[in-house]
């Protein structure tokens, strides 16, 4: 089994920036496809960004040049570095793992991440 914890949301300040982390543990498969994901208040979930081991695979084209997925292999996490952020990428932040063969998808417990205007 794969268990994920996230970190790193809080609010900050239209403009501001922060970083979340989410670590792996178990028995995590160098290449499955990690990412992140946000739900808004009302609004249905929605990718952000994904990597495969060092390959980036995808942004939100809400987020491409403000965002940055990166993953440190050796630890098994996974960072979202997020920059100019808006009020509008105000959401809960969900880490994913999923797994091509066998079949093994799992989601992080999410971190709220609030901007303020």
């Known amino acids: 089994q794969v268990q994920l914890v996230e970190s790193g949301g809080g609010l900050v300040q239209a403009g501001g920036s922060l970083r979340l982390s989410c670590a792996a543990s178990?028995?995590?498969?160098?290449?499955?496809?990690m990412g992140w994901y946000r739900q808004a208040p009302g609004k249905q979930r929605e990718i952000v960004a994904r990597?495969?081991?060092?390959?980036?695979?995808n942004y939100a084209d809400s987020v491409k040049g403000r965002f940055t997925i990166s993953r440190d292999n050796a630890n098994n996490t996974v960072y979202l570095q997020m920059n100019s952020l808006k009020p509008e990428d105000t959401a809960v932040y969900y880490c994913?793992?999923?797994?091509?063969?066998?079949?093994?998808?799992?989601w992080g417990q999410g971190t709220l991440v609030t901007v303020s205007s």
């Open positions: 178990g028995r995590v498969f160098r290449f499955a496809t």
């Open positions: 990597i495969m081991s060092g390959t980036i695979l």
């Open positions: 994913n793992y999923n797994q091509a063969w066998p079949s093994v998808e799992v």
